[in-house]
């Protein structure tokens, strides 16, 4: 008798099959990757405008409950932090807005600090990202888009960053 020996391998074939099957798979995952990346970083940040519009409304309480009603002007902003401090109450003093501000980055994808170039000279708090600058107000002692600002801050920023 003899040895047969069987050969076990692809053909030209399907490997050339396999290789278009990959090719097709690999065109429509890679663009809905980069969509979710960039629906993540505007999750992300509708965390952050909740979380200085939750601290905000805090503090004000804070504040009519010691019997001070200070307006608060501002959630902070320097060179170094966008979301520091608030502005000071009747006595001076100011308390953090959030437990660890945010560092003021003038690129995409990061909130960046704007003094006085609002409307009425009030501080701007801007994220730059896929939808345009989105500029954000503290007004009346809320922490408002601001869709009309000099920065033409698009109207569909706001709405994704706000709803």
């Known amino acids: 008798m003899k040895n047969v020996k069987s050969k076990s391998a692809f053909s030209m074939i399907e490997l050339v099959f396999v290789i278009v099957i990959i090719g097709i798979l690999a065109a429509v ?11 993540a970083t505007i999750t992300k940040n509708k965390v ?12 004000r309480q804070k504040r009519i409950l010691r019997g001070d009603t200070t307006v608060i002007t501002a959630v902070g902003g320097d060179s170094t932090n966008v979301f ?3 502005s000071a109450d009747k ?14 980055e003038d690129a995409k994808d990061k909130w960046h600090f ?6 009425d000279g009030r501080n ?6 896929v939808l345009g600058d989105v500029a954000f107000e503290v007004v009346k002692g809320r922490f408002q888009c601001d869709a009309d600002n000099t920065n033409n ?3 569909t920023g706001c709405e994704q960053l706000t709803n």
């Not at 952050?48 to 503090?59: K, T």
């Not at 704007?114 to 409307?119: D, H, L, V, Y």
Request: proline residues 4%; glycine residues 6%.
């Open 29 to 39: 995952a890679v663009p809905r990757l980069a969509a979710t990346r960039d629906d």
């Open 48 to 59: 952050v405008v909740a979380s200085i519009r939750n601290a905000l409304s805090m503090e």
């Open 84 to 86: 520091d401090k608030f």
């Open 91 to 104: 006595n001076g003093n100011q308390t953090d807005v959030l437990e660890y501000p945010i560092k003021s």
């Open 114 to 119: 704007s003094s006085g170039t609002g409307k």
């Open 124 to 129: 701007q708090y801007i994220f730059k990202s």
């Open 153 to 155: 801050t698009n109207v």
